[in-house]
């Protein structure tokens, strides 16, 4: 049998498993959510956000995307962070990447790759910011690797610069931002530990909006 004619059976037997360990499981779940965090996170198949947090219906709000970008100029994801913070109150933001990455490989490359062009500039526009550092890497799946880790940290600035978030942070000291990677190659998830303050301090003098409070 196929995979697409497996889903409705795999259905099934998942909504048996759940009511058979908690009876009103889903009238639990139709009464509304109230998520502790906002998962942002990249498209790719092997990376299944609920899976390998452990996280269960409810506990985390998800958006995906290819290579878990932020852009200042998608609505799709700026929507998601305003909703997630200013009617959620998530109190932490996730931006994971993950290493063997295609888009981030993609954006590496010299070719043209038609409507992901624009899509992919964002990671090349990382790469610039950081060149110096990346052009210093001989190995080239270092180097890889590293600009996965360095555009998780851009993204996570992104979301910093978030009007919406500034604002929450001062009022409730949340939501905290962080950074993580999944290594594929392990299942290992890595906390790349960003310096929150110091990357507040980064941006403060030109992305600040929170003047009038």
Known sequence: MALYDEIFENNRKWVLEKKASQTDFFEHLSKGQSPEILYIGCSDSRVTAEELTGTQPGQMFVHRNIANLVPNNDNSSQSVVAYAVEYLKVKHIVVCGHYFCGGVKAAMESKDLGVLN???RNIRDVYRLHKDELNAIEDPDQR????VEINVEEQCIN?????VVQKSYLKNQYPQIHGWVFDVSTGR???LKFNLPKMLASIQEIYDLTQEI
């Open 118 to 120: 624009a899509w992919l």
């Open 144 to 147: 890889y690797n590293r600009l």
């Open 159 to 163: 979301v910093l610069k978030m009007a």
């Open 189 to 191: 998830l890595i906390d």
